[in-house]
């Protein structure tokens, strides 16, 4: 059991480009969720898969941002035109449907400059 | 909607003292409770989880009891190290809706030697 992993650690980018994330989870597992930390915040939950399907999308932020788990394994979250509140750490976790326990990444941090 | 509040920080002990972190819900339904962890430059780990009312959870040392009374989960160790200092998220599950976790703010916990 490696964990989730989550790449890159760091990203930083100019307002406007377009940025993506991809997280691996717990290779078992099949639910896969996209959380967002701002500073001095817990996690705010975005979005999240059972195997490739989405099953909730409204809680993304806007609609600059997407997410996609094609084959039901790694995922990856796209923020088009980024702004600078876009700036946070971006969070992926992973659990087996029907528990509740879910285990994180180490994150993505977003500077947006 | 759910909601969780949690003691404002930082929270400053000495070493071999002991540890109350107050964490209060708003939920629908029974959820499930939550305490997350996060070591400085690290990723946040599971500590400690209770299902249903009366339900303890435990883990290194640290209790929980999920109290549907008074819609409390507090956080208690008898005697803290200083290898305890880190952020500590309570967090509920209840399955209504979004499906995602709902953190608290995150409390930061300084032990002194």
């Known amino acids: 059991d490696t964990g989730v992993s989550q790449d890159p650690r760091h990203k930083i980018t100019k307002r406007g480009q377009n940025v993506t994330f991809r997280c691996d989870p717990i290779s078992e597992h099949n639910r896969l969720y996209w959380y967002r930390q701002t500073l001095g915040q817990g996690p705010e939950f975005l979005t999240y898969?059972?195997?490739?399907?989405?099953?909730?999308k409204s809680r993304l932020l806007s609609d600059r941002f997407s997410a996609e788990r094609p084959k039901g394994s790694f995922s990856t979250l796209e923020i088009q035109r980024t702004e600078q509140g876009d700036s946070a750490m971006y969070l992926c976790?992973?659990?087996?449907?029907?528990?509740?326990?879910?285990?994180f990444g180490p994150g993505t941090r977003l500077t947006v400059t | 909607g759910d909601s969780v509040t949690q003691m404002e920080g930082p929270v400053t002990l000495s070493e071999e003292a002991f540890l109350t972190i107050n964490c209060t819900y708003t939920a629908t339904g029974y959820p499930s409770l939550f305490w997350y962890v996060q070591y400085p430059g690290e990723g946040l780990q599971l500590l400690l989880k209770a299902t249903k009312a009366d339900d303890k959870g435990s883990n290194k040392g640290f209790e929980a009891t999920y109290r549907k009374e008074t819609t409390s989960f507090h956080l208690e160790k008898g005697s803290v190290q200083v290898s305890d200092s880190a952020v500590y998220f309570c967090?509920?599950?209840?399955?209504?809706?979004?499906?995602?976790?709902?953190f608290g703010k995150g409390t930061h916990l300084i032990i002194q030697p």
């Open positions: 898969f059972q195997n490739e399907a989405q099953l909730e």
């Open positions: 967090a509920l599950y209840s399955g209504g809706g979004a499906d995602g976790l709902t």
């Open positions: 976790a992973s659990s087996f449907a029907q528990k509740y326990e879910q285990y």
